[in-house]
């Protein structure tokens, strides 16, 4: 496993979307701190984007003084949430830490770097450098030139893990793809007839509607639609429940427009509630979805490539007012088929259940179809980022071989050079 610490992912502390935090490191190290940092983060997951969601604890004499973490998009930082927690000069010669580094600009908000030499800390224990142009090391070299002892990388992988949408965006300038599936040992992502529920235990539903959270927008294709009826919302996160993703239906061949009238008004009560829905598919403006309220359209002409992610955040930006950062696709196998088969996804999440189903159909590589005869030397090779046991699941958290390259090993070795 890539990650230091044993149950660390891309959703944090995973076992703690099951159950309540509990902290595995020595009390009072700066592991154990850090730790806690990175657990507030959670709590406010899915509130900041397309801004990291920052945690921040304030510690002096082994004693916990205030933690925080990042408000709504354009709110406050983590640092400035949790100092307003703060007794007057209570943190005067005591430590913070950040999961990333403290800004040094006027942004939507003031530089943080400046109220912690305001604040009189003394030392700042801090998990990563922000690559964000405006900070990039710059936030380290303020509080040094202040007299602040800076040290950088105490959970560094955790932190970057967390932190992976941001950093992704910030290098490629698009929103991150993630793909994620349950299946079962013998590689079924569904029944001969379609269905899915459930291949997998209460705890992996409860950290799949987590991450529900943590990614904008969640992506289906029209055969789960019309199977499933799905909610797609996180009524089973355990909490908190900060906000559900906008939906997004991919339905190249217009299923969902011929669908009878009965299967029409379960949509509308179950899937089309709630956040909004950006469906693509055909042309549809006589059709019965064109006076559903609540659903957007995308008219789909070709294959799922840049040009249709680049509409989508136009798209997503006109409803919520920023910019669309990740997609989570959960499917099902054709869609899933489709952005693997053209390497679209950058981020994996496999959930493997112990189970064995049998069957032809609804297997990645397949997708109901005779499987192609293909070689070893076709394998493609993922990055593995984290392994964890979850109830009676093994989750699996991989990377794209190109966003290794391109952000994580870069990032890990930066860990190694003096600051900038």
């Known amino acids: ?40 983060g959670m709590k406010a997951v899915g509130k900041a984007p397309p801004n990291p969601i920052v945690g921040c604890v304030f510690v002096k004499d082994q ?22 927690r703060l007794k ?13 580094e403290p800004c040094c600009h006027t942004g939507k908000q003031p530089p943080c770097a400046q109220l912690l030499v305001e604040l009189g800390i003394k030392r700042c224990v801090m998990a990563m450098v922000d690559p964000f142009h405006k900070v990039n090391g710059r936030g380290i070299r303020y ?31 698009r929103p991150l793809l993630v793909g994620k599936w349950a299946q079962t040992f013998d590689g079924h992502l569904a029944d001969d007839q379609g269905g899915s529920q459930w291949i997998s235990g209460q705890e992996s539903r409860a950290y799949t509607h987590f991450l529900r959270q943590k990614y904008d927008a969640i992506m289906v294709g029209s055969g789960t639609v019309i199977a499933d009826i799905p909610s797609l919302n996180v009524r089973d996160c355990r909490g908190p429940i900060n906000r559900s993703p906008v939906k997004i239906i991919i339905d190249p061949k217009g299923r969902i427009l011929s669908i009878d009238s009965e299967i029409q008004r379960h949509l509308i009560r179950k899937t089309f509630a709630g956040e909004p829905t950006i ?21 789909l002409k070709g294959p799922i490539d840049a040009d249709l992610v680049a509409r989508l955040n136009d798209c997503y930006q006109s409803l919520k ?9 959960e499917g099902g196998p054709s869609l899933l088929n489709r952005l693997i088969g053209q390497g679209l996804i950058d981020v994996f999440h496999t959930f493997q259940r112990p189970s ?16 192609q005869r293909r070689l070893m ?16 699941d093994i989750v699996v958290e991989s990377l794209s071989q190109a966003l290794a390259n391109d952000i994580w090993k870069p990032g890990l070795e930066s860990l190694h050079q003096s600051h900038r």
């Open 63 to 84: 004693k916990l003084l205030a933690k925080g973490a990042t408000e709504e998009f354009g709110g406050r930082h983590g640092e400035r949430v949790a100092a307003s």
């Open 356 to 371: 064995i189903l049998g069957g032809h159909e609804n297997r990645l590589g397949t997708a109901g179809k005779e499987p």
């Open 143 to 173: 509080l040094e030139k202040h007299g602040v002892k800076v040290e950088v990388g105490v959970m560094a992988k955790e932190a970057m893990a967390w932190h992976l949408p941001f950093l992704f965006s910030s290098h490629y300038r």
């Open 279 to 299: 469906y693509c598919g055909p042309e549809h403006k006589s059709s019965w979805l064109s006076h559903v309220d609540m659903v957007h359209s995308i008219e």
């Open 1 to 40: 496993m890539v990650l230091d610490h044993y149950g660390y992912g891309l959703g944090g502390w995973v076992p703690g979307t099951a159950m309540d935090y509990q902290s595995g490191f020595t009390a009072g190290s700066d592991l154990y701190w850090m730790a806690m940092a990175l657990a507030e």
């Open 321 to 329: 007012d920023r910019p669309l950062q990740s997609i989570f696709v």
């Open 377 to 392: 030397a076709e394998k493609q090779d993922l990055y593995l980022l984290a392994s964890i046991v979850l109830g009676q």
């Open 88 to 100: 007057e000069g209570e943190a005067r010669g005591g430590t913070v830490y950040v999961t990333l």
